[in-house]
């Protein structure tokens, strides 16, 4: 490990101390401690400028450092499809789903699939997803984490997992949503600084952007790849990867949390916007940096690309410490968001629906005991993650398509289809859910015991995006058939959650828009859509 010099140290050292202030500052005093909606949605008074940068901060975790660097060392520009396709997702979901989830007044997404359709709906979606994010994105991040801090730090798993788990627990537990969301704050200022360090940094010492261009393949800086690509082929990037940002930029409570905390639609809409122009970032400060180490280090192997460069005489003292900070951020921030949208999710989805008459005190403190479940739980998680390798490491970056098709089909069914009722949801989702489990276990065992049989081989060898186009077109087909067939039978009770449907049309036409929103917020929507559309033409036809 190449040494770390005692300013770098300070710098860590100082990092660990001011997320202990904010921390300590964000804490709601005396009897806002004991209330739900002020430990779970922050008082519901959050702004658009912490809100957007929260969600930022929320989304990019350690795994994205050491993933977007590796996919980049390996195959270049074009894994940065999926973080420009946010930017489609976040108008979305501040146009269109915002003004929904704030007039429902929900604390968790499976809420609002319990309201719009029944209660099995929303404990089946409360259960998948609480164990999830155990089996993912904990996972996940203990496991990028740990690669990288052992790189730079010299910790072992062990230690990096329980210092890490342990402080961001604590003011977890303490402080409820408002520390989280204020922490991540100060966070994400971090993790672009320190990445966007290393990648000037790279860049100076490759000969800029040129200098880059003459050392690596031209195919490297090409974002279409061909339909035969085994990993982004451009029909999977154009229609699977959107089937996934929908579902965990609009529906994900991970993510969805911090819209429900906003102090009015107009916030929710300008953090989701604030969100898209931030999530230009990642291609440039996160993927490049890929780039770069197999310029500087070729033969390298796509996950030791960002360790290598931290590891590296490539940054000075004083800048190696702001890139571990940025790490340290990245990764404390989304664990933070992991433990309290757990707390959430288990607190007002299940043990409230056991417990209605329970008091707000009560509900808050089986919070802060499910939090520290959590960490208890991330803690015991430590000796697996530790014999994770690359490629189960490339595996739990496909899980997500072959859960997440069947949420977002029902999900996009139940707004724009009235006659979807509560059965045929749950019928789509338990489908949907199993088939995809089942290319998962598949996945995950490499058996090649379907190779005599057509129709599973392709089913099985598919790319994941062209899978989860195949998974939500599924679901969808499952849930009509499902209501057509069922016409016979006495309908259930109508849902009243969703506003009726004339009352959905200001959200989602464009003359409407226009006259229920400022020019400044036209202005934002527009540009953003403008830049979402610009970067993918430009980098056609350039590369």
């Known amino acids: 490990m190449n040494t770390i010099a005692s300013l770098d140290i300070f710098i860590i050292v100082f990092y660990f101390v001011a997320i202990v202030v904010i921390s300590y500052l964000a ?25 957007g ?37 976040l108008i979305l979901l501040g ?25 099995s709906t929303r404990l089946y979606l409360s259960g998948l997803t609480i164990i999830a994010y155990i089996l993912t994105k904990i996972s996940i991040s203990l496991f990028a984490g740990g690669l990288l801090l052992k790189a730079t730090l010299g910790w072992d798993m062990y230690t990096s997992a329980v210092i890490m788990m342990t402080i961001t627990g604590i003011y977890t537990i303490v402080g409820g949503l408002n ?22 940094c790279g860049l100076l010492e490759v000969g800029g952007f040129s200098g880059l261009y003459a050392r690596l393949p031209a195919d490297y800086f090409s974002i279409f790849k061909p339909l035969s690509d085994p990993d982004f082929p451009w029909l999977g990037v154009l229609l ?5 940002a929908i579902w965990y930029w609009c529906t994900d409570q991970y993510i969805v949390q911090r819209i429900l905390s906003a102090r009015n639609v107009i ?40 360790p290598i460069l931290l590891n590296s005489s490539l940054l000075p003292a004083g800048l190696k410490g702001l890139a571990i900070v940025g790490v340290l951020s990245a990764l404390m921030s989304s664990l933070a ?6 707390s959430t999710l288990f607190t007002m989805d299940f043990y409230r629906y056991f417990q209605p008459q329970a008091s707000e005190k009560k509900f808050v403190l089986v919070g802060r005991l499910a939090t520290t479940v959590m960490v208890i739980i991330g803690l015991l998680w430590i000796p697996l993650v530790k014999i994770f390798d690359n490629h189960m490491y490339v595996y739990l970056q496909s899980i997500q398509a072959y859960l997440s098709p069947p949420i977002a089909a029902v999900f996009l069914a139940g707004i724009f289809w009235k006659k979807l009722e509560g059965k045929g949801a749950l019928v789509g989702l338990i489908t949907g859910g199993l088939l995809g489990v089942l290319r998962m276990i598949q996945q995950w065992s490499g058996s090649q015991w379907f190779s005599d049989f057509p129709v599973l081989h392709f089913f099985f060898a598919i790319n994941f995006l062209h899978f989860a186009i195949f998974l939500f ?11 057509l067939f069922r016409q016979s039978i006495p309908r259930e009770k109508s849902s009243t959650l969703l506003i009726p449907e004339t009352n959905l049309e200001p959200f989602f036409k464009i003359k409407a828009f226009l006259t229920h929103s400022s020019k400044t917020d036209r202005y934002a929507w527009f540009l953003s859509a403008a830049l979402f559309i610009v970067l993918f033409s430009l980098w056609g036809v350039f590369f």
């Open 27 to 51: 804490t709601p005093r005396s009897r806002l401690r004991e209330s739900t909606e002020y430990y779970f949605l922050a008082g519901r008074n959050l702004g658009w400028v912490a809100i």
């Open 53 to 89: 940068i929260s969600l930022f901060a929320t989304n990019i975790s350690s795994e994205h450092f050491v993933g977007l660097a590796g996919y980049g060392a390996t195959k270049g520009l074009a894994v940065g499809n999926i973080e420009w396709i946010a930017i489609f997702a």
């Open 95 to 119: 146009w269109c789903f915002a003004p929904l989830f704030l007039k429902a007044d929900i604390y968790t997404m499976p809420e609002f699939f319990g309201k719009r359709f029944n209660t």
């Open 179 to 200: 520390a989280v969301v204020f922490t991540s704050v100060f966070q994400a200022i971090l993790l672009i600084v320190g990445a966007s360090v290393v990648t000037i």
């Open 240 to 244: 699977g990867a959107p089937i996934l």
């Open 267 to 306: 916030a929710a809409r300008n953090g989701a916007i604030l969100t898209a122009f931030l999530k230009l970032l990642p291609v440039f400060i996160l993927v490049l940096p890929g780039l770069i180490a197999v310029a500087l280090f070729p033969g390298i192997k796509g996950d030791e690309a960002f």
């Open 337 to 342: 968001a992991s433990f309290i949208s757990t």
């Open 473 to 483: 077109t599924f679901t969808l087909s499952v849930m009509i058939v499902f209501e």
